[in-house]
């Protein structure tokens, strides 16, 4: 877990009915209404909040004005009152109490509220602020006919006892226990509260658009006239300054004087106007708020403090926020188009989210092209609320949509994305496209992992253990769309070609390699039936060419009988209208032939009269397409794991390095003595070393150790190869001495380790995925061989095994060309460990050990580089 930041931040939390709430810490100033906070409450709460006292004061509150998160720890609920003032409707409090492993918590919340799950939010926030400073155990105090609160303990996952004493239950929850089951429970009632906080926005009952404009042109006149268009099954209700008709529908002035409270408002005003027209909806009761007008955080730093303050007033009257900077939403389900598109949506069962609202225009334009049809669309522009994770947690229970399709910039939260996403996976197609990635090397790397920081690798990384599939370009992401709306998922990755052009059938074969696909031969009996039906001239091998000669009748008896093949599993038939056939008959024939088929027929017609619908207009088209489909089929394949538990792990030693490092420094490389201390820490497998001052230092290391061994450069984060801070295979005092003259400065003596495979393994803080371990050939030829892959942090055992079964490390781990295969447990070993320490100490920046010499007796790291740097904070309110 990584820790938070200390001070007071907002921390934003979703509700089960579906509303959302800000906490913060309170300040001094916060007295006055904190105490009448405790007055409003009735005197039963009253009762069971202080276990019978009843005045309320300043030494009532006083506690939860000090936070300091090491001895206390104070969150505040607040809510807008019906006169928009945000009032205190929670407290909750923690302070540590003499054991320091230990702290006592007490909550209160408006009666009004209590039984809506807003103590149990105050609980997960409160004891992930306590772990993050050390306290294993929250301690609790409640009587014993305070079910709710007794219930609220006992349902948030934690390890719980209960113990009554003198007519108190006192409930001590463990921190530092499953873990898992907290995370688990948590992401449950994030699903529940997310899909319900979001069914305003897919299923409304009445839409008011806001800035709708009489005039044609505009931008709200034209959205309110979409909304008409559509044949939206609620009602529409156009909001501008005069009150006036919009395409014959009656107007209003203010959206106070609509005659019932809508549940979804649509702003289209200019962006200096937009603050005043939400506070307006959201004074009605709106709970869904689309803010198509731009002019926020897109713009600079005035405009992202404007939307900082929409987001907090969305949060004061707890709704929900889409936009701003935003196309719109439209949904199938209530036949709703509240966007400016020009085309209304096509109805079908697509799910598909934008961050950018011109590739959404465009792909709606194409979409309808290719008789794609979707459930729901939503442009979600700035993201400053409703983001893709969200929308991620309403489609994987929506009923409407079979496919999930997202295009992304960038990711607010990529851990809980890899685990909601992995969560639909399994039960619904999710297609991403995602651009704005930076080059691996744009930046001086000071290492070899740093230069995968934010790189397309990580990625991949994501989306494969998400089971997202990644298409590269908007035709991929149409193409893709096509085929897993219509076929079913290939068994494997073996496919036969069918064609009526040879080259043709070469250009395809060459796109299936490339796309990860393979052309197997052909069963015998399929050879000999092929034979049966097509002319002596045609070839029989895969690619089956079928000659320019070839019929509608002979593809329609051709196709059926490679689809019979058991070692075929999906056939991409090819075709380029001759004189003897039209592209309808063929087309026709195909569908009879695959109709009722298990395995995926793509068409791919190569006609000047364009590209029938469900069809492919080239070869790679269908291969790319194919390539993705057998992905996600083997994902699907790919067992569940869990990061193996890890023994010899000494956390207070590494926790020691840490701040020691941190103590003198925001950033900077750690000394090779304190690198050892750390990986040892994680029981990471290191060579003999020693670290010398001077020669006569490094003379007696290297006879203690025993020669033959290496000298090198005991300089903080050196590349030491490329200095010339490396002497390796010294076999006697002289060449020590020698290698010591060479370098200069202090030097690190130890054991010479030979034979066996050079291996990189790694571990860093990616700016934007957060934990991540990296695997690779090693040694000096690392950059130059590449072929580093990398996985999320804490990796499984699946994860592991596919990072030392991929690339070219996957060729040295299996035995290169017989040499003797490495003791590929140990290597699995140092990458799980390596996860470990990068999961648990987000202070290490970057890691680096190159090589690891593994052999088949075990590996160990001969150089390590590790640079400690303080975390940034959340850098969002959200905390789902």
């Known amino acids: 877990m990584q820790p938070m930041q200390l001070e007071p931040l907002a921390e934003d939390v979703v509700l089960p009915d579906g509303s959302t709430m800000r906490f913060r810490v309170p300040q001094p100033w916060d007295e006055p209404e904190l105490i009448a906070f405790f007055a409003s409450l009735s005197p039963d709460s009253r009762y069971l909040r202080f276990h019978g006292a009843t005045s309320v004061g300043h030494d009532t509150v006083a506690p939860a004005l000090e936070t300091d998160w090491q001895t206390r720890g104070s969150l505040l609920g607040e809510l807008a009152d019906a006169a928009g003032e945000v009032r205190p409707v929670a407290l909750a409090t923690y302070v540590r109490l003499h054991d320091p492993r230990r702290a006592e918590i007490a909550f209160a919340v408006a009666d009004a509220l209590q039984g809506h799950g807003l103590g149990t939010r105050l609980l997960e926030r409160l004891a992930e602020h306590a772990a993050e ?83 044609r042109g505009t931008i709200g006149g034209e959205l309110f006239r979409n909304v008409l268009e559509a044949d939206f099954t609620g009602a529409a209700y156009p909001v501008n300054r005069g009150g006036v008709p919009v395409g014959g529908v009656a107007g209003y002035a203010e959206i106070a004087d609509v005659p019932e409270t809508v549940d979804l408002a649509v702003i289209c005003v200019p962006g200096a106007g937009v603050i005043d027209a939400a506070r307006a ?18 713009t600079g730093a005035e405009g992202e403090a404007r939307q900082e303050e929409l987001l907090a007033l969305v949060r004061a009257h707890g709704a929900r926020l889409v936009g701003p900077n935003c196309l719109g939403i439209a949904s199938s389900a209530t036949r709703l188009n ?206 089956v060419d079928a000659l320019g000669s070839a019929t509608a009748e002979t593809y329609e008896a051709t196709l059926p009988i490679l689809l019979a093949d ?56 269908a291969a790319r397409a194919l390539g993705l489909a057998a992905r996600r089929a083997a994902w699907l394949r790919r067992p569940d794991s869990t990061p193996p538990v890890l023994d010899g792990i000494d956390a207070a030693a590494a926790e020691a390095v840490v701040q020691n490092t941190l103590a003198k420094s925001d950033d900077s490389w750690l000394e090779p003595g304190q690198v050892r201390e750390l990986l040892a820490a994680y029981g990471l497998p290191l060579v003999g070393e020693r670290i010398a001052a001077s020669v006569e230092e490094a003379v007696a290391a290297a006879a203690e150790l025993g020669y033959p061994v290496v000298v090198k450069t005991a300089a903080a984060g050196a590349h030491k190869t490329e200095s010339g801070g490396v002497h390796v295979d010294l076999r006697d005092e002289d060449s020590v001495r020698r290698a010591c003259a060479a370098i200069g400065g202090p030097v690190v003596v130890q054991q010479f380790v030979s034979g066996g495979v050079e291996l990189l393994a790694g571990a860093m803080q990616d700016p ?58 140990a290597i699995a070993d140092v990458l799980h460990r390596l996860g470990r320490l990068v999961d648990d100490r987000p202070e290490v920046a970057e890691l680096d050990l190159n090589p690891v010499i593994a052999r088949p007796d075990g590996c160990v790291a001969v150089d390590a580089r590790i640079r400690i740097g303080r975390p940034a904070g959340r850098a969002t309110a959200k905390t789902w």
């Open 281 to 298: 909806a959201l004074a009605t009761g709106v709970k869904a708020l689309c803010v198509v007008s731009a002019g926020f955080a897109e």
């Open 768 to 825: 934007v995925f957060g934990p991540l371990v990296a695997f690779g050939p090693g040694g000096v030829y690392a950059e130059l061989i590449g072929s580093v892959r990398l996985a999320l942090a804490p990796a499984s055992d699946v994860d592991v095994d596919e990072l030392l079964d991929s690339g070219k490390a996957g060729k040295l781990v299996a035995g290169w060309r017989g040499a003797p295969a490495p003791d590929r447990a």
């Open 338 to 543: 509240a966007t400016f598109a020009r085309r209304g949506l096509p109805p079908g069962r697509i799910g598909f989210s934008s961050q950018s609202g011109a590739l959404g225009l465009a792909f709606l334009e194409e979409a309808d092209a290719r008789g794609l049809g979707l459930s729901s669309f939503l442009s979600i522009g700035n993201k400053a609320d409703v983001s893709s994770n969200d929308l991620l947690e309403f489609w994987e229970d929506d009923q409407n949509t079979d496919l999930v399709l997202l295009y992304l910039e960038s990711f607010g939260n990529p851990r809980k994305f890899a685990r909601v996403a992995g969560r639909v996976a399994r039960r619904k197609p999710v297609l991403a496209m995602r651009s704005g990635t930076s080059r691996a090397g744009a930046r001086a790397a000071s290492s070899h992992t740093a230069a995968l920081a934010g790189s397309d690798l990580a990625v991949d990384a994501l989306f494969w253990q998400a089971g997202v599939l990644r298409a590269r370009t908007l035709e991929e992401l149409l193409d893709v769309s096509v085929l897993l709306s219509t076929q079913p998922l290939p068994r494997g990755n073996r496919v036969a070609v069918l064609t009526n052009a040879g080259g043709l059938g070469i250009l395809c074969a060459d796109a299936c390699e490339t796309a990860g696909l393979t052309l197997p031969s052909l069963a015998a009996e399929t050879v000999t039936r092929l034979r049966a039906v097509l002319p002596a001239e045609a070839s029989v091998a895969n690619p």
């Open 566 to 621: 058991p070692g075929v599993d999906a056939v991409i038939v090819l075709f380029v209208p001759p004189v003897v056939a039209t592209t309808a008959e063929v087309v026709e024939a195909l569908g009879r032939a695959s109709a009722g088929a298990d395995k995926p027929v793509l068409s791919v017609v190569m006609s000047a009269d364009g590209t029938p619908a469900g069809s492919f207009t080239y070869p790679e088209s």
């Open 133 to 215: 400073v050390g306290i294993e155990e929250l301690v609790a105090e409640v009587l014993p006919h305070n079910t709710a609160m007794l219930h609220v303990f006992e349902h948030a996952g934690f390890e719980l006892k209960r113990t009554l004493q003198s007519g108190v239950v006192e409930v001590v929850l463990a921190l530092t226990a499953g873990e898992a089951a907290v995370i688990s429970l948590r992401d449950r009632r994030d699903h529940l509260a997310v899909a319900a906080s979001l069914r305003s926005f897919f299923q409304p009952r009445s839409v008011a658009v806001v800035g709708a404009s009489p005039r």
